[in-house]
């Protein structure tokens, strides 16, 4: 089983749509949480980090269910420079390790 | 804001050589990773290090070293390319037990 699942996509959505990602982990031990945005041929940039309360950055809201085992990431108001692929990442307990999901691909269309 | 510079954007190389990448942190960072991209199969990690001249294998270590002289610096070693180390390699550094990760441009590397 991989320690981090991801839908794959594509998501296509329409501009101004609100628009939501999942991502399961299987640690339970798992300790820190992520979600990071992929351009296409670009490197992986950190869009936030997740909160046990769930914390919210503009038009982005990520939350964390711990006893679900998972993190989702909300989307207001799609702009089409939201396109992307967007990364979950697990930080577990032993803090060395990180681990991705495969990533979901969003397109924003006008 | 972290800094975190990979030697090369593009990189072209024969069967059979012995290639470097260099990776550079300017945070001060304890942990510096490298990892391969490829389509459908997403990041995998080659190797980590915690600490100067510390390594730990990760999922893929196999056809690659690493070396860690100086807290700034991890260099990936493939020590006979072959066809199939083809990819875009990215490499990350991070405080320890915090996150998160901060990454380098990536160098995409064919194997000829």
């Known amino acids: 089983r991989k320690e981090v699942e991801q839908d794959p996509g594509p998501f296509n959505v329409p501009e101004g749509a609100t628009v939501a990602f999942n991502c399961t982990y299987s640690?339970?031990?798992?300790?820190?949480f992520f979600w990071y945005r992929q351009d296409c041929r670009k490197e992986p940039k950190l869009l936030m980090s997740?909160?046990?309360s769930g914390n919210e950055d503009g038009r982005f809201t990520a939350q964390l269910n711990r006893a679900s085992q998972y993190i989702s990431l909300l989307i207001r108001d799609s702009k089409l420079s939201d396109s992307a692929t967007y990364l979950c990442?697990?930080?577990?307990?032993?803090?060395?390790?990180?681990?991705f999901g495969t990533g979901t691909s969003l397109t924003v269309i006008p | 804001d972290v800094k975190v510079t990979q030697s090369s954007r593009y990189l072209v190389k024969r069967t059979g050589e012995k290639v470097f990448l260099e990776c550079v942190q300017d945070m001060d960072h304890e942990n510096m990773f490298w990892y391969r991209q490829d389509p459908g199969l997403g990041l995998r990690l080659i190797y980590f290090?915690?600490?100067?001249?510390?390594?730990e294998k990760g999922d893929i270590p196999e056809g690659y070293s690493v070396s860690r002289e100086k807290k700034e610096r991890f260099s990936l070693i493939l020590e006979s390319a072959s066809t199939n180390q083809t990819s875009m390699y990215l490499c990350?550094?991070?405080?320890?037990?915090?996150?998160?990760?901060?990454f380098g441009d990536g160098t995409r590397l064919s194997i000829l």
């Open positions: 290090s915690y600490d100067v001249k510390m390594k």
């Open positions: 990350a550094s991070s405080l320890p037990r915090l996150g998160p990760q901060h």
């Open positions: 640690n339970s031990a798992s300790q820190s």
């Open positions: 997740v909160y046990s």
């Open positions: 990442v697990v930080l577990q307990n032993t803090g060395n390790q990180f681990y």
